[in-house]
Nanobody
Framework: QVQVAESGGGLVQAGGSLRLSCAAS????????VGWFRQAPGKEREFVGD????????YYADSVKGRFTISRDKAKIVVYLQMNSLKPEDTAVYYC?????????????WGQGTQVTVSS
């Protein structure tokens, strides 16, 4: 099975950019869809976007569409979440999850999360 770990979070001013990484170990992402979620204090976990296991298809929540981009390296070991034009409301712990075809995100392999804080 795959293990995933997020990195790249930090503190950034509104309007700035960050790139988060989701690194796979044990397996590559070849056979996994990869999703990004976030959870702000006092709020439920929110879907941000995902990439199909082929790497050809991505999908984004309306709240981040046009600002966030998901990509993957050629080795299929790292999936990136490029976040531009950040807003204070993007502040949250960001998680990546790898899920096999046919399984739900809840049944996938989750990382520990990385904190993103956007100051106004």
């Amino acid at each position: 099975q795959v293990q995933v770990a997020e990195s790249g979070g930090g503190l950034v001013q509104a309007g700035g950019s960050l790139r988060l990484s989701c690194a796979a170990s044990g397996r590559t992402f070849s056979n996994y869809h990869v999703g990004w979620f976030r959870q702000a204090p006092g709020k439920e976990r929110e879907f941000v976007g995902d990439m199909s296991r082929s790497g050809f298809n991505t999908y984004y929540a309306d709240s981040v569409k046009g600002r966030f981009t998901i990509s993957r390296d050629k080795a299929k070991i790292v999936v990136y979440l490029q976040m531009n034009s950040l807003k204070p409301e993007d502040t949250a712990v960001y998680y990546c999850v790898a899920a096999e075809d046919g399984s739900t995100w809840n049944d996938g392999y989750w990382g520990q999360g990385t904190q993103v804080t956007v100051s106004s």
